[in-house]
């Protein structure tokens, strides 16, 4: 049982280029989320998704975009990076009636 | 609007000896309350959780919480801490569901021999 990955785990990008990170968990969970975490901020919420086809926008959404296809998967896209997206980005995910958020290991973006 | 405030971003400790971390929040309603630990390099894993019933909460690792109502918080507190605890620990709240957590900043737990 691999629960949440999280692809890739380290990424450095040009300012305009554009990327996809890849969220997948195996758990069958109907909840999933974004969150980027920045020194002194915690951790904020870009978008989260609820079930396969919704998704919504969180605390911090500019730039970034969504989409939910499958239970599985919820990748998160970059359409042009900006040095302001320089973060470590968490996908996490919950059980439909459960509580607990389980994360994956991060994704370290640097935007150059 | 929610909101949790960490006040203390780092706090020293030796091994053996007690500590707290403390966590304010703010809400019209009732919340979700959570504190979630992250060791180096790491994704974060919940610690403990309150969400209705007792105000006192146990968690793993010898972690233990309290819900006070009055005072907004929910605190974070270890009678004896080791090595192993050094980590970043966050508290979270949740109003509207449980995918839509709100972070604190974070408080960096640092335990020396």
């Known amino acids: 049982n691999a629960g949440v990955t999280q692809t890739p785990k380290f990424q450095v990008l040009k300012t305009g280029q554009s990327m996809t990170l890849q969220c997948a968990q195996d758990m069958n969970h109907e909840y999933m989320s974004w969150y980027r975490q920045d020194p002194g901020m915690g951790l904020r919420l870009i978008h989260y998704?609820?079930?396969?086809?919704?998704?919504d926008q969180g605390e911090v959404p500019n730039g970034y975009n969504v989409s939910r296809s499958t239970t599985e998967d919820f990748p998160l896209r970059l359409l042009s990076a900006a040095p302001s997206q320089t973060s470590v980005y968490f996908c996490?995910?919950?059980?439909?009636?459960?509580?607990?958020?389980?994360f994956g290991q991060g994704t370290r973006l640097t935007v150059v | 609007a929610q909101s949790v405030t960490q006040l203390d971003s780092q706090v020293p400790v030796f091994e053996e000896a007690p500590v707290e971390l403390r966590c304010n929040y703010s809400?019209?309603?009732?919340?979700?309350l959570f504190w979630y630990v992250q060791y180096p390099n790491q994704g974060l894993q919940l610690l403990l959780k309150y969400l209705s019933g007792s105000t006192l909460v146990k968690g793993i690792n010898g972690f233990e919480a309290e819900f006070n109502k009055s005072q907004t918080s929910f605190h974070l507190r270890k009678p004896s801490v080791h090595i192993s605890d050094t980590a970043e620990y966050f508290c979270?709240?949740?109003?509207?569901?449980?995918?839509?957590?709100?972070f604190g900043t974070g408080t960096r737990l640092l335990v020396s021999p």
């Open positions: 998704s609820v079930g396969a086809g919704i998704t």
């Open positions: 809400s019209s309603v009732s919340v979700y």
């Open positions: 979270a709240v949740s109003e509207t569901g449980f995918q839509k957590l709100v």
């Open positions: 996490a995910s919950i059980r439909t009636g459960g509580f607990e958020a389980f």
